[in-house]
């Protein structure tokens, strides 16, 4: 059964860093587009981040420039590096493949990042 399984987030100050790693299991990454999205206390969720199975990559507007997403296929691992992080980057981040092993619109369980001001 696929799985996504998100790790690194925590508690930051404003102009720090961290690093998200979604890593996948059940399935294998290679060939796979993925996402990051991100939703924000009392808002809806947004994608944040898209990287293709070629490693185009794609952001949000507010995020250009402080966030790279990446991919290492060797270990089934999509990554999302945030820095210079601000306030309103707070929120729970997801990594999200429209489809992978056999499966459509699969979702991992969320980490949680905070940025304190």
Known sequence: QVQLVESG?????AGGSLRLSCTVSGSILGGILMNWYRQAPGKQREVVAR???????I???????????SRDNTKNTVYLQMNSLKPEDTGVYYCQADRIGGKNDVWGQG???TVSS
Request: without cysteine.
């Open 111 to 113: 980490t949680q990042v």
């Open 9 to 13: 987030g925590g508690l930051v100050q």
């Open 59 to 69: 952001y949000e507007d507010s995020v250009k420039g402080r966030f790279t997403i």
């Open 51 to 57: 990287i293709s199975s070629g490693g185009n990559t």
